[in-house]
């Protein structure tokens, strides 16, 4: 029974997507609602006469500023389709269902990139482009022993499960569950090198005389980044 209860508290579940190649599902409410906006401006215009221009601008103007606050408090889309499941547990990875033992794994990245509700600016060329993300970008990518290979991307949906899984893949590394190639620890995100499992993994290393002082360096040379 103890046993059950660790597993569960150790378990972490994220769904799986896909993305869509069609262009129409990347647009946000807030864009088709601006698209909408345009038009019945254009409208109003090829119809409306000099008595009431001043009218039609006050509109415009209060069209406007309604809009780009509805944009702040846009999300992007997430134009994918859900296939499955992935979830971390203590002793293994599920994808889809099907279970990769974390000794089955010659080499596994995570690449952290967003969660839901995540800040991000569009630029300035952006047509009222969403203010927030929806949490997608994250990927996993893994190749067993046996050449089975996975690659998947998956959402994440709060500020908490983003620093947990960071966290957590830190930790795979610091026990030895799971590893890199020890040429590529200076591409791991930063949100993962900057957890505390990360960096006593490379004080590890660098102990193991795996890797040298000075690639420890250029591997952490970037942690304290914003």
Request: with cysteine; hydrophobic share 40%; charged share 20%.
């Amino acid at each position: 029974m103890p046993k059950l209860l660790l597993r569960h508290f150790f378990m972490m579940k994220f769904k799986i997507v896909e993305q869509r190649k069609n262009f129409i599902g990347r647009i946000t409410n807030a864009q088709w609602a601006a698209l909408s906006f345009f038009i019945l401006v254009f409208l109003i215009l090829k119809i409306g006469t000099n008595e009431y221009l001043s009218l039609i601008l006050g509109f415009l103007s209060f069209g406007i500023l309604s809009l780009i606050i509805y944009s702040t408090l846009s999300y992007e889309t997430l134009n994918a389709d859900i296939v499955g499941d992935l979830i971390f547990d203590e002793d293994l990875v599920e994808i889809k269902l099907e279970n990769i033992h974390y000794d089955e794994i010659q080499n596994m990245e995570l690449y952290t990139n967003h969660y839901k509700s995540q800040s991000r600016y569009p630029g300035p060329n952006s047509f009222f482009g969403p203010w927030n993300y929806i949490g997608k970008s994250n990927y996993l990518k893994i190749k067993c022993f046996d050449q089975r290979i996975f690659n998947v991307e998956f959402q994440i949906l709060s500020l908490c499960d983003f620093k947990n899984i960071n966290e957590f893949y830190a930790n795979l590394l610091l026990t030895g569950k799971i590893s890199l190639y020890s040429h590529s620890l200076h591409k791991v995100p930063i949100d993962i090198k900057q957890t505390s499992s990360f960096l006593l993994y490379v004080i590890k290393m660098v102990d193991e005389k795996v890797i040298g002082k000075q690639y420890s360096q250029r591997v952490l040379s970037d942690r304290y980044n914003s």
